[in-house]
């Protein structure tokens, strides 16, 4: 039988001020940090984390940009400036790509690696997964990482303060592990214990969100963490993160196939990867001839949570740039995992009948 491989994260800090214990946590893993990291995470964290590291001996060796993509091209680049400057510690802060970055370039470098996410649209800070894509923004692969961080730090306060679009990407992207799951479950070998808590964690992520998606998105638009954020926070970081960590086969479908269809299209590429997965979750039920019934409550938990409900909201696209992206749907690796081939006229007509539906609310 061939051995189990399941990495998990050392430690995960999450609450209001969390991000003041970085100093602490770092000083425990390296003396020479490097800050790796988005300009919008850089802008928000960047000082106190410098102040908290200083507090600590710890030195700043320098800050990078990620580049704006998680290639493989910014992945070396970093590693080079990690080698260069004698780094012993990465600091990852930002979005997911900037986190996968950081989490790569660990893993090139072979040093511990701290994630701080400053906005909730992904499980990105806690998983031993990057998703790559080419320099121009397309989607490349999914790359296990034989590592996961080493620390995550989820400040409550930061992550509130952010737009509402990101803690929506964050749910959209987090209940695709229950309606993806559910979608390919009968493939699975779903027996054993391992499976049978990634099915579990993946259903208490949609019962979080269904619970208290709403309230933290008014937590988040009054810019107060609150429990409800919370709680929610620990769906899409620590129980989306057990869902993935813990799968021991395929945990991706349609919706993500979707949402890497939209990555060639230069009008929806940037517009969020969760905010994408979760139109992508409305159309994974469509695909599957869910009943009307169940598919106008999940439009309506979309709704609540912020994500978008149409095509018009995401982009104008005109027929050849929908055809495009159905076409790479298709054939993105995740759509294989559908428990049926779809093809693009089942994708077209899913989509038509998701507006439809959200247009009856």
Request: proline share 4%; aromatic share 6%.
């Amino acid at each position: 039988m061939q051995a189990q491989n399941i990495i998990f994260p050392a430690q995960i800090l999450r609450g209001a001020g969390a991000v003041s214990r970085i100093g602490e946590v770092c000083g425990l893993l390296g003396s020479r940090a490097l800050i790796i990291g988005g300009h919008s995470g850089l802008a928000a964290v960047e000082a106190h984390i410098r102040y908290q590291l200083a507090a600590s001996s710890v030195t700043v060796v320098g800050r990078e940009w990620f580049g704006g993509v998680c290639s493989e091209s910014h992945i070396h680049r970093l590693a080079q400036v990690v080698q260069a400057t004698g780094a012993d510690l990465v600091i990852g802060v930002g979005g997911g790509k900037a986190l996968d970055t950081s989490k790569a370039v660990g893993v090139e470098t072979r040093v511990p690696v701290v994630t701080v996410p400053t906005i909730a649209a992904t499980c990105a800070a806690v998983t031993p997964l990057t998703v790559r894509y080419h320099d121009d923004g397309h989607f490349r692969d999914l790359f296990p990482l034989n590592q996961a961080p080493a620390v995550v730090i989820i400040d409550t306060e930061i992550i509130a303060a952010a737009p509402l679009r990101w803690l929506a990407a964050g749910l959209g992207d987090t209940l695709a592990k229950w309606y993806e799951f559910r979608a390919i479950s009968a493939g699975l070998d779903n027996h054993s214990g391992i499976a049978r808590a990634s099915i579990a964690n993946s259903r208490i992520c949609y019962d979080l969100i269904n619970t208290h998606g709403p309230a933290a998105c008014d937590a988040v638009r009054k810019g107060v963490p609150d429990a409800a954020l919370e709680q929610v926070l620990d769906a899409i970081f620590m129980f989306a993160g057990l869902t993935s960590l813990m799968s021991s086969g395929a945990h991706a479908a349609a919706a993500h196939a979707i949402y890497e269809g939209f990555t060639v299209c230069d009008k929806t590429r940037e517009f969020g990867h969760g905010l994408l997965v979760g139109f992508g979750n409305l159309c994974l039920l469509a695909l599957e001839n869910r009943s009307d019934e169940e598919l106008l409550e999940a439009i309506g938990l979309a709704r609540a949570c912020a994500i978008p409900l149409s095509l018009r909201e995401i982009a104008e696209l005109d027929s050849t740039e929908l055809a495009g992206v159905i076409d790479m749907a298709l054939h993105a690796p995740d759509m294989a995992n559908m428990p049926a081939p779809v093809t693009a006229g089942a994708l077209y007509s899913a989509i038509a009948r998701v507006e439809h539906q959200a247009g009856l609310l």
